[in-house]
């Protein structure tokens, strides 16, 4: 199994970044996939989680009506795209797949910052 982050950034407050995630190694479509993210001395959290066929969401409060996350499962990709960036956005961002064991990716760093 394995998951690869991309698209993360130094981005100004008001910005807007697309986070990808590609997974290889099970079979994508069949597993619920979520972006969790983990700031300085802080815990890790989830962010956003999606179906398997995309067609139920769920978002921390923190981010819902800002954040969007979609997958294309003929890519084997989850996204993540993230509108009107706030510093307290910062974090790194983790892609997730839960296969009975968790798996994560390596991260991607994203920093809100004027």
């Known amino acids: 199994v394995q998951l690869v982050e991309s698209g993360g950034g130094l981005v100004q407050p008001g910005g807007s970044l697309r986070l990808s995630c590609a997974a290889s190694?099970?079979?994508?479509?069949?597993?619920?996939m979520s972006w969790y993210r983990q700031a300085p001395e802080k815990e890790r959290e989830l962010v956003a989680g999606?179906?398997?066929?995309?067609?139920?969401?769920n978002y921390a409060d923190s981010v819902k009506g800002r954040f969007t996350i979609s997958r294309d499962n003929a890519k084997n990709t989850v996204y993540l795209q993230m509108n009107s960036l706030k510093p307290e956005d910062t974090a790194v961002y983790y892609c997730?797949?839960?296969?009975?064991?968790?798996?994560w990716g390596q991260g991607t760093q994203v920093t809100v910052s004027s």
């Open positions: 999606i179906t398997t066929s995309g067609g139920a969401t």
């Open positions: 997730r797949a839960n296969l009975g064991a968790v798996y």
């Open positions: 190694g099970f079979t994508f479509s069949r597993y619920y």
